[in-house]
Nanobody, 125 residues
Framework: QVQLVESGGGLVQAGDSLRLSCAAS????????MGWFRQAPGKAREFVAG????????YYADSVKGRFTISRDNAKNTVYLQMTSLKPEDTAVYYC??????????????????WGQGTQVTVSS
C-alpha cells in the first residue's frame, strides 16, 4: 500500500503563487504515475496535472496550462504542484493521487490506486 500526504495549501490573493507537495510512503517502488485533482463545492473532481514517475512526462488541464507546473523528486518520493497567477476559480480541495499500473489514461480518476486526504486552496479577489 501507498500513503499520500499533501501539504502547502492555504489562503492567498488572486495573482499569488502557491506550491503544493505530496509525500508518498509505503510500497512506493512500483509507482508509475502521479497526479493532482481538485474539487470545488458542488463540482465534480477534475484533473489538474499528471506526471509519469520514471520519464517525467507532464500533462495539464487546459484551465491551468501555462500557470501550473507539476514536478517530482524520485529520490524523495514526492510530487509538487507549483501554482502561479492564481485565480478565484482555482479555489478547491486539491488531492494527490498515485497509480501503480502501466498504460493508464493520465487524466482519468479511475487510473489511480491511492489518494491523499486533500489540502484546501482558497484564492480571494
Amino acid at each position: 500500500q501507498v500513503q499520500l500526504v499533501e501539504s502547502g495549501g492555504g489562503l492567498v490573493q488572486a495573482g499569488d503563487s502557491l506550491r503544493l507537495s505530496c509525500a508518498a510512503s509505503g510500497r512506493t517502488f512500483t509507482t508509475t504515475l502521479m497526479g493532482w485533482f481538485r474539487q470545488a463545492p458542488g463540482k465534480a473532481r477534475e484533473f489538474v496535472a499528471g506526471i509519469t514517475w520514471s520519464g517525467g512526462f507532464t500533462y495539464y488541464a487546459d484551465s491551468v496550462k501555462g500557470r501550473f507546473t507539476i514536478s517530482r523528486d524520485n529520490a524523495k518520493n514526492t510530487v509538487y504542484l507549483q501554482m502561479t497567477s492564481l485565480k478565484p476559480e482555482d479555489t478547491a480541495v486539491y488531492y494527490c493521487a498515485a497509480a501503480q499500473t502501466p498504460l493508464r489514461p493520465v487524466r482519468d480518476r479511475g487510473s489511480y490506486d491511492y489518494w491523499g486526504q486533500g489540502t484546501q486552496v482558497t484564492v480571494s479577489s
